[in-house]
């Protein structure tokens, strides 16, 4: 990388966030071992590392769903092109974006099928089959999987034409019991990104123009990236019966008449690893949440040759106190490389915590401490750092979620003239502002200045009760949703 990138590119690997947050990113991802870019165009390859991430991720995700009595069942890939058109919405939602497949080995399909860009219709289809009578009810079901989408501009994590996500998919009785459960999933979501991930998500519900296709409503969890674009990390969806009448999926009630079910859809993907990049990153590499990160300690052996295996076994025993005490440990014994690079190398990687152990700090018992979010090393006594190490992590959690947060707040300002509106989102803010509801409006405001609606905020959580009243921003009519709508340009 040349030094025209930056003073700083040649010293930590990656072009700065100042100098271009792009480069930064793509850097990051394929430097830090997350991800590779495959030989089928707009695809990725998730190497080892981001997986690992990834199935932390499932992991959480299943054992929560388990807990509220969600069953994992797995769908085919393939589904009928007829499904997709059977939901009007739904097809013209997704038409531009499916994948087609019109031959199987030398066969011309009479009817082609597409490569699932999203689950609806064939759990639809195949609930139709399942459901008889409300005894039946509810259905709640999920799966993890990939999914396939044509991306014109695409992305490592953030927008490639495959991707993996957990979805749920749900049906119910009444439209009480179905809105409940699009509810229950997205504070689930948004506790999962706080809780774990550090990300300081803003639940609320879609304006209609930005509704899933087909969808009655839906409602997101938006995240604020270090370059202050906004990035849909979460989504639920509340159906309604619309899925339900084109796929005939009903039962017979109480009343002993048929009723059609209230469904639900769920979703959150691969791309929440590019939100924990984009919210916690900074110009040395990847930060990582302790509560996610693969490994949560790692331990550099400083050895020479002729200790090397002295300094193998106690890095060993270390690593063993720490896993008793349920740490996240790696031994880093990498022949052929200096500690300096090791070190660099964890602090591309987003590491928390380095531990390095040198003969010297081996006489005197010490080990020496280097917190990823910090500049300065800690020489301690080696019982405290293992006893200490939990809480130790938790602090760099509390860090990075407060961090993100402040950063949120400082970067959203409230408006109310649309001057004011432009030269926030110019300035790379979000904007808290009234608006009309138009779905014309919406339009202009997102040609003129490249930000759509985000979601309108279901609670004060971070910005406070929500005011009510007010005249929309842009046309000055009387302001629909009976608070401010958040706006930001996305990725």
């Known amino acids: 990388m040349s030094e025209s990138k930056g003073g700083k590119a040649a010293q930590f690997g990656v072009t700065p966030q100042s100098v271009d ?24 390859v998730v190497k080892p590392y981001g997986y690992a991430i990834w199935e932390r991720i499932n992991r959480w995700m299943e054992d929560k769903f388990r807990e509220t009595g969600h069953e994992g069942l797995l769908f085919p890939t393939l589904i009928p092109l007829n499904f997709m058109t059977k939901e009007a919405e739904h097809v013209e939602g997704f038409a531009p974006e499916l994948f087609t497949v019109t031959r199987i080995g030398t066969e011309v399909l009479e009817e082609p099928y597409v490569m699932r860009p999203t689950s609806e219709t064939i759990i639809g289809h195949m609930w139709a089959q399942w459901l008889n009578s409300y005894r039946d009810l509810p259905f709640l079901h999920y799966q993890s999987g990939a999914v396939f989408r044509a991306e014109l501009r695409t992305k490592l994590f953030l927008r490639t034409a495959e991707f993996y996500w957990q979805e749920g998919h749900t049906a119910h009785e009444t439209r009480e019991e179905a809105m409940a ?54 989504t639920s969806h509340y159906l309604g019966q619309n899925f339900s009448r084109a796929f005939e999926v009903k039962f017979q009630g109480r009343d002993q008449q048929e009723h059609y079910a209230h469904t639900t859809s769920w979703a959150i993907s691969s791309r929440i690893i590019g939100a924990i990049i984009m919210t916690h990153g900074d110009d040395k590499g990847l930060m990582l949440p302790p509560r996610i990160a693969p490994y949560q300690v790692v331990i550099v052996p400083v050895a020479r040759k002729e200790n090397a295996e002295q300094m193998y076994a106690e890095a060993d025993r270390l690593a063993a106190d720490l896993k008793a005490a349920g740490i996240r440990v790696k031994v880093d014994k990498r022949e052929g490389v200096s500690n300096g690079f090791k070190y660099n190398d964890w602090e591309l990687r987003g590491v928390p915590v380095r531990i390095e152990i040198g003969p010297r700090d081996l ?16 020489t301690l006594p080696r019982a405290e750092a293992v006893a200490g190490m939990q809480q130790r992590l938790d602090a760099i959690q509390a860090y990075l979620l407060q961090r993100a947060t402040d950063f949120l707040i400082e970067n959203t300002v409230t408006v109310d003239t649309y001057e004011e509106f432009k030269a926030a989102i110019e300035a790379g803010k979000w904007v808290r502002a009234f608006h009309c509801g138009d779905r014309e409006s919406e339009a202009q405001i997102a040609e003129e200045t490249k930000a759509k609606t985000r979601n309108i905020p279901l609670d004060g959580e971070l910005f406070g009760e929500p005011e009510e009243g007010g005249v929309c921003v842009h046309t000055g009519r009387p302001a629909a949703y009976g608070k401010r709508v958040l706006f930001g340009r996305q990725y």
């Open 21 to 44: 947050f792009n480069d930064w990113y793509n850097e990051v991802v394929v430097k830090a071992d997350l991800a590779d870019y495959s030989p089928v165009k707009g695809c990725m």
């Open 181 to 234: 459960e699009t509810l229950q999933q997205l504070d689930m979501y948004h506790a999962f990104c706080r809780d774990e991930l550090a990300l300081p998500v803003i639940r609320g519900v879609k304006t209609a123009s930005e509704r899933f296709a087909g969808a009655v409503e839906t409602f997101s969890i938006e995240g604020m990236m270090r370059d202050g674009k906004a990035l849909q990390s979460g």
């Open 363 to 378: 006489e005197q018992g010490v080990v020496v401490v280097k917190n990823r979010n910090a500049e300065e090393k800690e």
